[in-house]
């Protein structure tokens, strides 16, 4: 399975992107799919994660400003980034818990997008 993930770039405070991430390769099924960020000096954290049923759970830093959504036809995730501040700079990686048969499942990783925030 592979994570392609796009949609990061530089724009100013209190403007908008929108990342994506296609997972693609031996997919029964995807369970979890997220979007998790690292910023220069700190520890990898959650931004926000969407279950196959549509349920939603954001990081407190985030939450009123960025919209976690996926495509199951797709197989693909976004997360639509609002009203951004310098703080959201970081690296963000797309996460998904996939199930390439009925008996095996894990964790995978997207290679990373660079979103930079000026102020």
């Known amino acids: 399975v592979q994570l392609q993930a796009s949609g990061g770039g530089l724009v100013q405070a209190e403007g908008s992107l929108r990342l994506s991430c296609a997972a693609s390769?031996?997919?029964?099924?995807?369970?979890?799919m997220g979007w998790y960020r690292q910023a220069p000096g700190k520890q990898r954290e959650l931004v926000a994660t969407?279950?196959?049923?549509?349920?939603?759970n954001y990081a407190e830093s985030v939450k009123g400003r960025f919209t976690i959504s996926r495509d199951n036809a797709k197989n693909t995730v976004y997360l639509q980034m609002n009203s951004l501040k310098p703080e959201d700079t970081a690296v963000y990686y797309c996460?998904?818990?996939?199930?390439?048969?009925?008996?095996?499942?894990?964790?995978?990783w997207g290679q990373g997008t660079q979103v930079t925030v000026s102020s």
């Open positions: 390769g031996t997919i029964f099924s995807i369970n979890r």
């Open positions: 996460n998904t818990f996939v199930y390439s048969s009925i008996t095996y499942a894990r964790d995978y």
């Open positions: 969407i279950t196959s049923g549509g349920s939603t």
